[in-house]
């Protein structure tokens, strides 16, 4: 019986994606008071915010899969693509919601310079995190456990020309990623809003 061929343990990755999922929600759609736990949890939304959006790379597991001479055609469309679809498409959502909380946060707040180019930034961010995740295996938790290292990695790295090709690669690929599902979303939403509206719900009467 075959068994789907991938190298990463999908349970770890989905918590790792849903964690700053969480955390927008409660940071910028509950909580009303910037206290210093807020600005802490914000720092850790920021460092996980990259597990999100690494699950594209993970596509590399699906290439794999489709070359292996043990995997039927039938289990590849059947299982594996159903499989990695609803996996990359679900975590990255968690992606493009958690940024899109915190940009609305920040309008409201009129932050300014910090309003326009979060989302560019966040979108950087995440692109040299997920490079130092996948070529680097470092993991968020390195930055509290080894900040030092790091922090001399992504100097080192960062300043090497492939490096910087792989990040700006990564960090287009985001943000064409993250206008798409926006795009789609906001659809979603609009014909939801006017479906509600043309068709308002009845009062139950007794």
């Known amino acids: 019986m075959n068994s789907i061929p991938v190298h990463f343990t999908v349970v770890i990755n989905f918590i790792l994606a849903f964690i700053p999922f969480v955390l927008a929600f409660y940071l910028f759609k509950v909580s009303h ?23 594209l790379t993970d596509i590399i597991h699906f290439i794999a899969a ?15 693509v159903p499989f990695y679809i609803i996996f990359l498409l679900v975590n990255f959502e968690f992606y493009v919601i958690s940024i899109q909380w915190a940009d609305q946060y920040l309008k409201h707040l009129n932050q300014g310079f910090l309003s326009k180019a979060f989302v560019p930034i966040i979108h950087l961010l995440a692109a040299i995190g997920v490079y130092l995740g ?28 492939k490096s910087m090709l792989i990040i700006i690669a990564l960090f287009l690929l985001f943000y064409s990623f ?26 139950v009467t007794i």
């Open 134 to 161: 996948r070529f680097q295996r470092l993991e968020s938790s390195d930055i509290i456990h080894h900040p030092i290292i790091v922090f001399r990695d992504v100097l080192v790295d960062i300043s090497g020309g």
């Open 66 to 80: 489709v070359k292996s001479p043990n995997i039927s055609t039938a289990y590849l469309l059947l299982v594996l």
């Open 178 to 203: 993250y206008e798409a599902f926006s795009r789609v979303n906001n659809v979603i939403k609009a014909k939801v809003k006017a479906r509600i509206a043309t068709h308002p719900m009845k009062a």
């Open 33 to 55: 008071h910037r206290s210093v736990l807020w600005w802490i949890l914000s720092l850790v939304f920021v460092a996980f915010i990259p597990n999100s959006a690494y699950v």
